[in-house]
């Protein structure tokens, strides 16, 4: 997970957004992110979409807190990572 500093769009304007991913499998992201409460609407093809309130709970639930540049090397070690430009299969 990355700090809070993405700015929401749309109807999450003035939010501030974090990225929740795994570098493991999306089975384990989807699990962490639904003990979270993060609803499925916020995933987006490798992570989800977290609101800076949720990012102390993450942390209690055992997230970790790393760099942008740190989330996109995870996810490509982990064979994770899709790209917008990629189909989802």
Partial sequence: ????VWPGKGRAAGRLWAHLVSDVSY???HEFA?????PRRGFD???YDIPSEL???AVELGAVQVSSREIVRRLLAAGLRRPKHRPVP
């Avoid at 997970?1 to 809070?4: H, L, N, Q, R, T």
Wanted: no cysteine; charged share 40%.
């Fill in 55 to 57: 990012v102390p709970v």
């Fill in 27 to 29: 089975d384990e992201l």
């Fill in 1 to 4: 997970m990355d700090s809070p």
């Fill in 34 to 38: 639904e003990r979270l409460g993060a």
């Fill in 45 to 47: 093809r490798d992570h």
